[in-house]
């Protein structure tokens, strides 16, 4: 085999492999949106990649659920929103810290931002709730806001990040022209990391977006719940489910997550290609 034919047929199994990742990835997507479609019957009776006709009484049976889905929606913003920015913002600060400052224990700190990337959330579930119970702070949106100032992924990859795109000769040039720690970092490190930050950031929403056990253990007012856990309560006894506004409820909770990757996907393809080329 020549090496031309060789480099075609290389190429033939990588896109293959990639078109089977794609369909991997959308068909499950396509699925949800087609349910969201149809009847409980049609749902139940067979599979179907063909949209239905029921989606306004999908919708209407949604509302008539007395579930207020909209209040769920402008909730889930509020800590999506919220709890992302908060995160991007200290997690690239502490990311910037580690990788640029020498202090003592600062490999010890690293190696411990790693192990906590490594612990599963629901371990620490119960914990959580004892301590936000003896601080009065259950049903309130702080207990899921303020902790994600403290995300040791976003702070791993942003110190893989700055490895790369920080340059110490800019740095100690703003410290000459008489800049403070602060005033580099929010004036010439954050513009320079704007590709890893709205990466962090997007990954970050989904995140908080589609999270639903810590939510579930700290809120227990109607009023205060998050569209997952809107959505969640659809389920019901499982012999009279509608799985039709079931499946139209978790529409809605994806459309959000769509749109912001859409809006911001250029982002992650910059952001990861200038964290993982080393100059």
């Known amino acids: 085999m020549s090496y031309r034919a060789g480099t075609r047929l290389y190429r033939v199994v990588i896109y293959v492999f990639l078109i ?26 067979a599979l179907s990649l063909i949209p239905g006709t029921n989606l306004i009484s999908n919708y209407n049976s949604l509302m008539g659920k007395g579930i207020n889905i909209f209040q769920g929606f402008i909730n889930s913003c509020i800590i999506s929103v919220s709890s992302t920015i908060l995160c991007v913002y200290f997690s690239m600060m502490t990311a910037y810290a580690i990788t640029v400052y020498n202090f003592k224990l600062k490999k010890a700190m690293y190696v411990l931002v790693v192990l906590l990337v490594m612990v599963p959330a629901q371990i620490s579930v119960t914990g959580i709730y004892q301590y936000m119970a003896t601080l009065h702070l259950l049903n309130s949106y702080v207990p899921l806001i303020i902790p994600a100032i403290a995300s040791a992924g976003t702070v791993f ?53 589609n999270n639903l056990l810590i939510p579930f253990t700290l809120l227990s007012k109607n009023s205060l719940y998050t569209l997952p856990m809107v959505v969640n309560t659809l389920k019901g006894n499982v012999y009279s489910r509608d799985y039709g506004a079931i499946y139209f409820g978790m529409a809605i909770t994806v459309v959000p997550i769509i749109i912001v990757y859409l809006i911001f996907s250029k982002y992650i393809i910059s952001g990861i290609s200038l964290g993982s080329v080393k100059e």
């Open 157 to 209: 990859f942003g110190a893989q990040y700055f490895k790369t795109a920080i340059i110490p000769e800019v740095v100690e040039a703003a410290r000459i022209d008489g800049c403070s720690e602060f005033g580099i970092f929010n004036r010439v490190i954050m513009p320079i990391a704007v590709p890893g930050a709205f990466t962090m950031g997007i990954f970050a929403f989904v995140a908080s977006w």
């Open 20 to 45: 089977v990742l794609l369909l991997i990835c959308v068909i499950p997507l396509w699925i949800l949106i087609v349910n969201a479609t149809r009847t409980t019957s049609q749902i139940q009776s």
